[in-house]
């Protein structure tokens, strides 16, 4: 079962590294973007940590309040309950 959850994790880390990734590409070129919604749903199923690092990586929703601060807290709020669960 570890197994699973440790492959799950890297799988939706990095869908959600890509989508923001595709995201920025949509952006540059004045295309039809990604929901914000669906950015923040894919870091609270498990992908907060790929949101966060692509994010800074490609430069992109680092102004928004909503992603600049909400993306650590999704990231504090899932590290605690890992630990709590791991005890």
């Given at each position: 079962?570890?197994?699973?959850?440790?492959?799950y994790i890297i799988?939706?880390?990095l869908?959600?590294f890509l989508?923001i990734y595709?995201?920025?590409?949509?952006?540059i070129?004045k295309?039809w973007?990604?929901k914000?919604?669906t950015?923040?749903?894919?870091?609270i199923?498990g992908?907060s940590l790929?949101?966060?690092?692509?994010?800074?990586?490609?430069?992109?929703?680092?102004r928004?309040l909503k992603?600049n601060?909400?993306?650590p807290?999704?990231?504090?709020?899932?590290?605690?309950?890992?630990f709590?669960?791991k005890?």
């Open positions: 079962m570890k197994d699973i959850f440790t492959y799988f939706i880390n869908i959600s989508t595709i995201d920025k590409k949509k952006a070129k295309k973007r990604i914000e919604s950015l923040i749903f894919l870091s199923i992908g790929g949101t966060y690092i692509s994010m800074y990586t490609f430069k992109h929703k680092i928004h992603f601060l909400g993306i807290i999704i990231i504090l709020f899932q590290l605690s309950i890992y709590l669960l005890k």
